[in-house]
DNA sequence: CCTTGCTTTAGAGCGCGCTCAAAGCTGTAG
DNA sequence: CTACAGCTTTGAGCGCGCTCTAAAGCAAGG
């Protein structure tokens, strides 16, 4: 019960490489991380979950200074909630419009695929019977 | 017809600043447009089409250099058609990945929203039903 | 003619998000 | 003890994709 992590194990844990989390740390989107006798940092599951969820900010586009708005907000308490849902709802109307931007971009995309197969196709027509061209 | 486009229009139709359209053009993703009498851009469709399309490489996450490889293929010609197809799978393959990370991430952040739904309610009841005497 | 505002080029600068380096301490193996 | 590897900190460096500047030319209005 109650993990904990040395740095190495958490980079692996995350993906994240270990110069990362420091640097989150430093910046203040990670803060309290407990030390050992040596002052080596030991992470404990509460600090996996939060680097996880910052992971999902990131992943979706919130650039590091609103995740560290929003870091600063927890760390005040239980009385700024509000102010989180509300960021995270903006966050929200944020990634769905991302998701339709790619479903355009994607669907264009696969049009040019389709446009290229028949000119390969066309290509490979032409060297077995010369057609004559009517355009 | 066949309409002509300085390079402001260019900028206001695709939403690229003028800075943005000469830097492409100076890296070699766009090519060979056309000037005037005093060597100012004047933009074909063709390449309003061409700059669209790149857009929406970038838009999908596609970095500067492979767009730069895509393109000079293009240059090349009617020969490179089945590896422009190859490339654009590829990056359709990418798109899909990216699309499902960010359902991923959506749902997560969502149940956060719920989660904090949930505690703001907890705390409107809290003053509803303790406090009868209020301030 | 003069001003304003656009265009050109080459090259410098910038913001973001890491990523690495320097210098020093700790722990483990041989 | 020596080596080596990993941890610490602060500060510098880097790759990407723009973004801006400088210096000069061109065009239209007053």
Redesign the pocket.
């Known amino acids: 019960m109650e993990n904990q992590y040395?740095?190495?194990q958490l980079s692996q844990k995350t993906g994240?490489?270990?110069?990362?989390l420091?640097?989150?740390?430093?910046i203040g989107l990670l803060e309290g991380v407990p030390?050992d006798?040596?002052?080596?940092?030991l992470y404990r599951e509460s600090d996996l979950l939060w680097v996880e969820f910052l992971m999902r900010l990131?992943g979706t586009g919130?650039?590091?200074?609103k995740m560290k708005r929003f870091s600063d907000l927890r760390s005040e308490g239980g009385s700024t909630i509000t102010e989180r849902r509300e960021m995270l709802e903006a966050h929200q109307a944020h990634i769905h419009e991302q998701m339709q931007a790619l479903r355009d971009h994607l669907r264009s995309i696969e049009d040019k695929i389709d446009h290229y197969k028949g000119m390969e196709k066309e290509k490979s027509q032409a060297v077995s019977f010369n057609v004559p061209t009517g355009k």
Do not use: A, K
């Not at 420091?22 to 430093?26: A, K």
């Not at 006798?37 to 940092?41: D, F, K, S, T």
């Open positions: 040395t740095i190495q994240l490489s270990v110069h990362t420091r640097y989150y740390e430093r030390r006798e040596h002052g080596y940092r990131r919130m650039p590091i200074s």
